[in-house]
């Protein structure tokens, strides 16, 4: 997908505003991986900031640790599959889940993990702080870019008219989607 980089780079946490589940790359200069995240936010708007929660078991955790980084790509509906894959499926046993999923790298600019071409937006993020949880970190780091499909985004908002559905997790196997904006009141 073509992505261009948001006007404003305040704006980006509303690329995460209706809370969709998330496919976070992670890598160095050896190796790459996806997985697959529900629990994630944004924290604060300038400069931008995020937080995710990750098992430590996982075999992406160490390559955020070790980098500091990581992007975080939004999924629409029509990678549902490779959603629920990189996040049903380790690392530890799939060497390429970009090609079992059917996904296709994208440059960063300021990270070494790749982007994830058929997301309709991506964040690329450096970690400053992790929070001990016991089993899982909470991760909190800055947003240095963001980029987005232009139609599906505009004036610091999702924008539903051309077809774009975001997927919410529910849980196990299942998902939700929205695909329109409601605006209330005058
Ligand atoms: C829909 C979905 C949402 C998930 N959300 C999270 C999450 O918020 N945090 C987390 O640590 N793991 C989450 N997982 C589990 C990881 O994505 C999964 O364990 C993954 O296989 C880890 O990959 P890795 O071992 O290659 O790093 C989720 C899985 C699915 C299917």
């Known amino acids: 997908m073509n992505k261009k980089p948001l006007e404003k780079l305040s704006a980006a946490y509303r690329?995460?505003?209706?809370?969709?589940?998330?496919?976070?790359t992670v890598g160095d200069e050896n190796r790459d991986n996806i997985f697959t995240v529900t629990w994630n936010m944004p924290l604060r708007r300038?400069?931008?900031?995020?937080?995710?929660?990750?098992?430590?078991?996982?075999?992406?955790?160490?390559?955020?640790?070790?980098?500091?980084?990581?992007?975080?790509?939004?999924?629409d509906a029509s990678i549902a599959e490779a959603v629920l894959g990189c996040g049903s499926v380790s690392g530890k046993?799939?060497?390429?889940?970009?090609?079992?999923?059917?996904?296709?790298?994208?440059?960063?600019?300021?990270?070494?993990?790749p982007l994830i071409a058929e997301a309709v937006g991506s964040l690329e993020c450096r970690i400053c702080q992790i929070v001990d949880l016991g089993a899982s970190s909470l991760l909190i780091a800055q947003i240095l870019s963001a980029t987005v499909v232009s139609e599906h985004f505009q004036a610091g908002t999702w924008i539903f008219d051309n077809g774009l559905r975001l997927l919410h997790h529910l849980g196990?196997?299942?998902?939700?989607?929205?695909?329109q904006a409601l605006v209330v009141g005058s």
């Open 15 to 24: 690329l995460l505003n209706p809370g969709c589940v998330v496919l976070v």
């Open 46 to 75: 300038e400069p931008g900031m995020v937080a995710l929660l990750s098992g430590k078991r996982h075999f992406s955790y160490p390559y955020m640790v070790k980098t500091g980084e990581f992007g975080l790509n939004i999924p």
């Open 93 to 113: 046993t799939e060497p390429d889940k970009f090609a079992r999923f059917g996904l296709t790298r994208q440059l960063p600019v300021h990270i070494k993990a």
């Open 172 to 179: 196990g196997k299942s998902f939700c989607v929205s695909d």
